[in-house]
């Protein structure tokens, strides 16, 4: 995922490459020999011949016979039987998968590897919410409602209000996540092939789900793409929450407003012209993680409502690098919205300065007959913020 | 909802147009007053008059008003209480609310009718699959991947594979639609003015929501729009399985193929030249629907994710007609899709003919030691089948 | 167009609601027997009966006709027959061509009428945008980059920009537009129908064109959707431009910054709850449509990229709505953008006293040898003015 | 871009990766040494270390510093300035320029590549097409429209159909490409520090320009995004076309079907698991390019109607990827299409047999009163097929 293109790329190097999906391929195939030897349709030599094959294998898939395949399992299998010297053995190897199981179960490896990384930094979003939250939640600023001033707010519920969005988007997520199944379905999806191999295929299927850590499906989901959709929601949910959250920050750190500012750090911010700027990088990358969720989301939805025929021609094939990228711009986006968050700079007194300077504005709601207190005219800020800080306890509690 | 470029609209007459939205609208404001006066901030008079001023009540909205305010809100609560004769009582409503509550929450209202009407087509779609699943369980018909013969499957499988689809869909539109909120807030969602008018304006918040029979939510969600993707995610998710069983009997009803139809309706799929045709008319709209709803939920969550301040400028007014027409695509395309799969047309003779006669391809797979019988070679279809009756019954009792 | 949840719709009123789309469709009708005439297919009987049948003719179309036969056409064709007493004459009505004909054609004049009206708003915007760029190109203000204080610019060059981006888009759209072609194809594209009733139907094609002060296309464009696209891909553009205006008028607009204001208008802008508050409805309301349109385009495209066979099945079925709306939302937008540009408060004072309290940073980019003057570090900004207002000029000058 | 999730990827190797842009970057960098020596602002010693610098040079960009800086070219300028030994003439290089600058102009430089490739690769597609509409204007097949038969038409007006629709793309990508500007403005669109260094610094920047074979623009774009979404509307109309024609072919060589097919190479369009299988990978592949390209699209038009401020805060970070990734995936498709339609195999005793066998249906519109010859009934097929062979003739004489 090394991305001149993606900046903090770095933060999921190695989790979504190429060779970590050629490593997940190859923990598919040796799951499903190790699923066949389990139910009776393959031996230990067989498993043991695999094993010694794929231990340490990294193999060059030729780019022609990926595109002549349609996608690189065909050339990994073919890399794979190559390795393995006893040519029976060989030829046992993915047997009763198509290369449609393989991908789709070696992606899901992917995406639990990179959601796993994404609820982690979540959890650190929520944490220095929470935290922001409670410290905050008597630090009267300005409401803004269509850019203007509306009625006074604290930023505490500022930052509750992010912190929900945040649990709201870790539940989904780790909802999508903890559902994960394998595709396993052979050629047409009846596992025609593996009942000539094995008495009970469903039982061999669970096998190779429980061998991976994963669910096994009712059916196989060749053309029914929800695994793909959910999870693919659940990550757009996680950047709108983290685009909003930028997007505050973004908004509240113009020089103008001045009320919370990115923590400087060494190296960060920097322009390449003028010496003086600190600009907001990890909002700015955040806020363009978050404008671009929705559109890759869209392209997996497209793709499940057109999964025809028992696999389909080219739907599927829209699907990889969409959800690839949905997944790795997600995790970096969410550890940098934690190192944000975590070094935000809050500053009160600028808050409650403007504030008072408009107060005028911010109680016209009220009328004229109270006085000008504008904590007085707080509503229930303060109980929402309460509300926030103790579900974030529930879901830290659950975790 | 008439709408000439929208062909089926009727089957959503009278609940999602500019008429409902103001009786919503309506009933919001009402709601707020009788939650009110049961939470100690309005009389039992401002009921009455309230009641009586909008029992019947259709105003008329100047258009030029609705734009100047941004939204229909304001033009509806003048023409409210210039209804109501006594200026007193025709302060008071909706006071404590904002624009925003009063347009979230009556879109809400709408959403829960049209969803509601889409889970009934649902369930009607379900009843006709699993029909169809257990019909044809034993019905061979050609497996079909990357548009060429695979091995064989049956079209039982194949309805059953839409089933699960069908109601995966609606498991998560039922929870959508559950869990719906009301917006209450307040100008900047601390409900400030509610606060000066009753001792516990969350009281009066949960006596809203409880009026309307919707939730109340932990937080106004003025600016984390999880209810509205939420919701939107489950209506493209339904668009998808809807999309996929559209496009399957389109390609299996093509003149080459033959293998299902749409059944004949009168005056239904006629050309306005060509006398013998038969177009596929339900089918080529739901699939037209399928197609259109995953940028309709995209267009919800962009704005989800721009929700900045504390109500936003902008993003939110670019909500409203993306969900209204994904909210009517889909009952119209679940509507259109009940009706296509009770009197779908099924064709078993054709279906087996055509596998036989290409058998040597269908079981190329297994290689050259077995006999010619397709049957043989079905793999676990029959369980798979089973399996999907089995959810459908648990569904459908539960429900 | 009367749409609540559309604010400003009115500003297109009556020209792209369902019944202009019916008017559109008689008026394609009948310029279809008039080029029959000319070409000798038909005759001055028939042109004059089916004018007498169209003058004044609004039929009702019933809905469920119209969802049977996929699209309003046929039920219209039906009702028109109906009403013309001489039954060959009423059967000549419509041969020859197919309803995609008829329905892309009238969708076509209801494209080119709003078109037509945009074109002549974006003029107004260019004008107001000219006159701001002239009067204000020694207006310094504060460059801001990535949210921060940069170098100085000046209004007028921000307006230079704004205007540029406003020229381009008339420009695509004007080109667009002037090129709108008639669909004329029949049945499959062929005209075989009509080859039975004139000698030269590419003729009759022309006179057709001709008649509707459209143009003929080189080939039907049944499945060649690009006078669709290339029109969307301008008025996306057009959204573009007008999207960047409004939301720099938003943030220039926040009463942090307060160099630019939306001119106040009677009963704009106001708040349902706030007394004090100014709204910049306009600015909000384009802003919304450019958060629209990409979405819109790309629906469009997606049908294009769909359109299989003589004709599609349900890709064509998915434009109609996506069209109409983007057309809509387009001319709403740029009439708003005309009236909020010629009324623009800008406050040249507030922008100077702010560069100047922060030109240690505007001009930190210059080094420590110059002095303090922003003035003498505006670079090319009056010469770009030049060139924008050139370009204004030139364009004006042609149209 | 090798990318084991874009099959064929390989055939833009070079062009578009990390080390295509970091050279496009160097190669930024020392155009605008140069061109600032041309106009009196660089030394000729200046140009010669800098040139000497940038020779051979590979870099390696620290990922945290890339991330820091919000993008590469700081990291970039740095390790260049570093492999200058004078540190005067170190400081001078990038000066005048902003990062915004060198990276725009940098994927301009690839952009020019890559569609360069393409229009070469749609140059031998329409040469094909053209070929094929010419062999067959005389080869019957049915029509279908909606998937069921409609009258007759050819396979040679099929393909002049797809012929126009890559003309048509081939023409608005050309004109995108033939216009890419050079981003040249400075930290906020004035070249203000340029205009410290040179008397003219708009010579400067057409000189830049001229350097690298590219348009000096009106006024810098850093806000106005129209070169990037012209040239990404065209590409999006290139993929467009291709879909159709690849969804077509998809459709005919349905083995029900069987009027086209795949021309068979070795080594492609195997399955994993079925012997028999000839999987029609290019068509597939090409697909699935144009099921990505709209939302690339918009996703770039999204981040042009947001580019607020002199140069926005995620909008135009938003922007790389998408636009790297669209180039990409229409370049490998529009190859992949030259190789499909040079090699597409066509079955006109298929098509003519299955139409005669239909001949009832194709014939229907007719009415009894003719024979039944289906090419009696092809209106005007060949004259259209003419006029796409003279459009193809005159941009090739154009070329």
Redesign the interface.
């Known amino acids: 995922m090394?991305?001149?293109?993606?900046?903090?790329?770095?933060r999921v190097d190695g989790i979504l490459d190429?060779d970590a999906?050629?490593g997940a391929m190859l923990t598919v195939e040796l799951a499903w020999v190790r699923a066949l030897a389990a139910t009776g349709g393959a031996s230990a030599e067989d498993v043991l011949a695999t094993e010694q094959a794929v231990a340490g294998f990294v193999p060059t898939?030729d780019?022609?016979?990926?595109?002549?395949?349609?996608?690189?399992?065909?050339p990994l299998?073919t890399a794979l039987r190559t390795a393995i010297a006893d040519t029976d053995i060989a030829s046992r190897v993915?047997?009763g998968?198509?290369?449609?199981d393989?991908l789709d179960t070696a992606l899901v490896l992917l995406a639990r590897a990179a959601a796993e990384q994404t609820l982690g930094a979540l959890d650190r979003v929520a944490d220095a919410l929470a935290r922001l939250a409670g410290e905050h939640r008597g630090s009267v600023m300005a409401?803004?409602?269509?850019?203007?001033?509306?009625?006074?707010?604290t930023f505490g519920?500022?930052a509750?209000?992010w912190l929900?969005?945040i649990l709201?988007a870790r539940g989904a997520l780790a909802d999508a996540t903890g559902d994960l199944p394998v595709q396993c379905g052979?050629?047409?999806?009846?596992?025609?092939?593996?009942?000539?191999l094995v008495d009970d295929?469903?039982a061999t299927a669970a096998a190779f789900a429980a061998g991976l850590g994963l669910v096994a499906p009712?059916?196989?989901w060749h053309?029914?793409?929800?695994p793909v959709?959910?999870l693919a929601?659940a990550l757009?949910?996680t950047?709108?929450?983290l685009?909003?959250l930028?997007?505050?920050v973004?908004?509240l750190?113009?020089?103008?407003?001045g009320e919370v500012g990115e923590g400087a750090?060494a190296?960060?911010?920097?322009?390449?012209?003028?010496?003086?700027?600190?600009?907001?990088?990890l909002?700015?990358?955040v806020?363009?993680?978050?404008?671009?969720?929705?559109?890759?989301?869209?392209?997996l939805?497209?793709?499940?409502?057109?999964?025809?025929?028992?696999?389909?021609?080219?739907?599927?094939?829209?699907e990889?690098?969409?959800l690839?990228?949905l997944l790795g711009v997600t995790a970096v986006a969410a550890d940098?919205a934690a190192e944000l968050t975590e070094h935000l700079d809050v500053h009160p007194d600028h808050m409650r300065r403007?504030a008072e300077s408009?107060a005028?504005?911010l109680l016209?709601?009220?009328g004229d007959t109270h006085d000008r207190d504008l904590t007085a005219?707080?509503?229930?800020?303060s109980?929402?913020v309460e509300?926030?800080l103790l579900?974030h306890r529930e879901v830290r509690d659950d975790g």
């Open positions: 090394a991305d001149l293109l993606l900046p903090g790329s770095y190429d999906l050629v898939l780019p022609v016979a990926v595109e002549g395949a349609g996608n690189p399992v065909l299998v993915h047997t998968l198509t290369s449609h393989v409401g803004r409602t269509l850019t203007q001033y509306a009625v006074p707010v519920l500022t509750a209000q929900i969005g709201d052979g050629a047409a999806g009846t596992l025609s092939r593996a009942a000539d295929p469903l009712t059916l196989p053309t029914r793409r929800t959709t959910r929601d757009v949910q950047c709108d929450a685009g909003v930028a997007d505050d973004l908004l750190g113009r020089p103008e407003v750090a190296g960060r911010g920097g322009s390449s012209t003028m010496p003086h700027k600190q600009n907001p990088v909002s700015v990358l806020s363009s993680a978050a404008q671009r969720a929705p559109l890759l989301g869209a392209q939805h497209l793709s499940a409502a057109r999964a025809v025929d028992q696999r389909p021609d080219g739907a599927w094939h829209a990889w690098s969409a690839r990228t940098q403007r408009v005028d504005q016209a709601e009220r005219y707080l509503g229930v800020s109980r929402l509300r926030a579900r």
